[in-house]
């Protein structure tokens, strides 16, 4: 295979694909079973190492995907941002210790997943799945932040048109032909993912408690509402 | 006002004898499925003691219940709205397996298999979760009947503003003391649980108030088991799902009372209707602490006053709801006889699961409670309560329990029962007189017709007498065909997919 008819297909069919399982996945999982929803916490079994793995790992993941997000919806406000190299630097330095965190997270929830005999034992084929395919993907950001440095700057000018090529249904994949190996393998990877997402443990972030923030205290149901709204 | 009908119970501790039977009923329907092995949505305590989880009723660990701020507002010891942000990765008031047991069960097939030795083959025990042997630390009801007092009772929370007299007195050997405290979901009037829910799967059913968990919505952040100061939401370690007794709805809407209630073989247990303003729940549960137990009563309404009667119409409530709450025994012991107390008011929820304060037994400190039993049968002296307030159950104690530490509605209810049962000496026994016992009855706030009618509920009641359940109207939902033997070791009614933990 070329290494163009290779690009193709990983950069301009295999997101589609993805995209697809995700959608249909996620929303069929939602309509046919409802129940199997949940974070699948096993704070309940260990209670103590869960808080070094589990906190770092979420706030460095979240920090790291909301990096990605702006600089894709605003690349020129980054660009501008980076104009002088001590901004640039601090945004750096910042989303690698992002990335670092996410890292030291995901160890600390391999290490526990596998020396709690408790734990070990909710956990699924699909979570080690999961866990190897998270694995791959912050190692990789994480060396590709070390030994392709600036990355806030070309993802900007590389990564943003591409996948808003992606968006717009007409994938110029030749944004990705020049980019390192690393960076490709985190792409790949990324959308791997998103394929995986609706099958795994990942469908929580999808139901998150949002409604929470805004409902009153007290939920009651009824079967024959009465004539009158209760209040 | 705002008329809802509420299924209430009353346990009357007097007449429980720690027999566990409710328990067993409760395990053998619900909870004997993977990953609710070490569920106990009805347990049976001995008090004092730690309880189950150990020192659920100690609020500065678990963080159960609502606080009221300085502003007058009640608030969420555990998570806010403000706080589920912060909590949802690891929550930090979360009981672990460790404070409830790991449940096992036994490798049998070592008696059978073991090697040729010089001793006997025990089974072993094997933990239900990881399928290894398993040095059993503690389990359900390890402090039963005063067991290791030493480590368990004497933590009690409840022992807080006892004299050391006291707590010496309750451990002291020949004058220990100890009672049952049977516990399931109190479907409180202000769920903790509900409030807290991120997802919005707990919720009260408008009908009769039960409250339930929808585990379609349910996503296991188990905020609502940090938020039940009763601790009576578990969770399911292998489902990822909480659950919770759900008094038996299906049992209910078919007319028949709850496993527990059934199986009561001490006939402690009471459940009928209350219709009360749901309007005014808030206001209640803000009241002060010494004012709870009253706010809360004033919250239930006469079911037979017109203006009551007409008003749940307007709301809703079916004729036949009216009827049954007309007869509902709970409304008798609760309200009319303010006997029935809720347990641990100052959580601010407002349980619709009451107690009645036990009695027994009434050996006085006076006595040395050594066999010298002089003067507390048949010495009347001026003060005719007197052995109450040197009961070998300290008041304070039954307070903390069942009046936020105030001793007042608990003595209420204790003197009462003293003077019905001194009552009923006179007309049985003969060896109390009449006027000693009129006298008693009226310094207890009781009258020769009331003392008939608890005496009737409490030692003569039928089983149509402790359990009036409202028609739910629902009949034609339950699918009476079905054969109950399926649902054994299922998840329950109304599940298509086998609840297997997702991918």
Known sequence: ????????????????????????????????????????????????????????????????????????LVPRGILLWNGQPLRLYILEASALAAGLLTLVGLVAITVRRLGEPKVKIVTSRMDWTVYTLLMLQVVTGVLVAILHPWGSSWFAAAATPYLLSLLTFNPAFSFLTAMPFLVKLHIVNAFVLIGVFPFSRLVHILVVPNPYLWRRPQVVRWYRRPSRQPI | ???????????????????????????????????????????????????????????????????????????????????????????????????????????????????????????????????????????????????????????????????????????????????????????????????????????????????????????????????????????????????????????????????????????????????????????????????????QRSLILDPNDPAVIAAARESGVHESVIESAQKSPVYQFVKVWKMALPPHIEYRTMPMLFYVPPMAPVMAQRTGGTGDRGGTVDGVSDDLFHDIEQARVPMKFLANLFGAGNEGPVRYALRKQKAVRWYRRMLTVGDVDAATAERMLREADCTPEEADAIYRLTSLCTFDDRFVIPPAHREEAIEMLEDPMEHKQGAGFGFIARPKRGE
Not at chain 2, 49 to 78: A, H, I, M, V
Not at chain 2, 267 to 283: P, T
Request: aromatic content about 14%.
């Open chain 2, 1 to 295: 006002m705002e008329v809802r009908s509420q299924i209430a119970m009353v346990f009357h501790l007097d007449k429980c004898i720690g027999c566990h039977t409710c328990s067993i009923a409760c395990k053998n329907i619900w909870t004997d499925r993977k990953g609710t092995e070490y569920m106990w949505w009805n347990n049976v305590e001995t008090k004092p003691g730690t309880g189950f989880p150990t020192q659920w009723e100690n609020q500065d660990k678990y963080s159960g219940g609502w606080t009221r701020t300085e502003g007058g507002d009640l608030r969420l010891k555990s998570t806010d709205k403000a706080r589920v942000v912060t909590n949802i990765f690891h929550h930090p008031h979360q009981p672990s397996m460790d404070d409830y047991y790991e449940p096992w069960t036994y490798d049998y097939q070592h008696l059978f298999n073991a090697p040729e030795g010089q001793d006997q083959p025990t089974a072993i025990p094997i933990s239900m979760v990881t399928g290894k042997y398993l040095d059993i630390k503690a389990g359900p009801n390890w402090d039963d009947d005063l067991g290791g007092s030493t480590v368990y009772a004497e933590n009690d929370p409840n022992l807080e503003g006892l004299t050391d007299e006291q707590k010496g007195q309750l451990s002291a050997i020949e004058r220990l003391v100890f009672f049952y405290f049977p516990r399931i979901c109190n479907h409180c009037l202000n769920p903790s649980c509900v409030a807290a829910c991120p997802s919005g799967a707990l919720y009260k059913r408008g009908e009769d108030g039960i409250v339930l968990l929808d585990q379609t919505r349910c996503r296991g952040w188990r905020s609502c088991i940090a938020a039940c100061p009763y601790k009576k939401v578990y969770y399911n370690w292998s489902t990822g799902k909480s659950e919770k007794c759900i008094l038996c709805f299906p049992r209910l809407e078919t007319g028949q009372a709850p496993a527990c209630f059934h199986s009561c073989v001490g006939r402690i247990r009471y459940l009928g209707v209350l219709l009360y303003d749901a309007s005014r729940i808030e206001e209640a549960a803000k009241s002060n602490l010494e004012d709870l137990v009253e706010a």
């Open chain 1, 1 to 72: 295979m070329s290494s163009t008819a290779l690009d193709l297909l990983l950069f301009a069919i295999l997101p589609y694909v993805a995209l697809v399982v995700f959608l249909l996945g996620t929303v069929g999982r939602y309509w046919n079973r409802p129940f199997s929803y949940s974070s699948y916490s096993s704070q309940f079994l260990e209670n103590r190492f869960h808080f070094w793995a589990l906190v770092p790992f979420h706030y460095g993941i979240l920090t790291v995907l909301a990096g990605h997000i702006v600089a894709f």
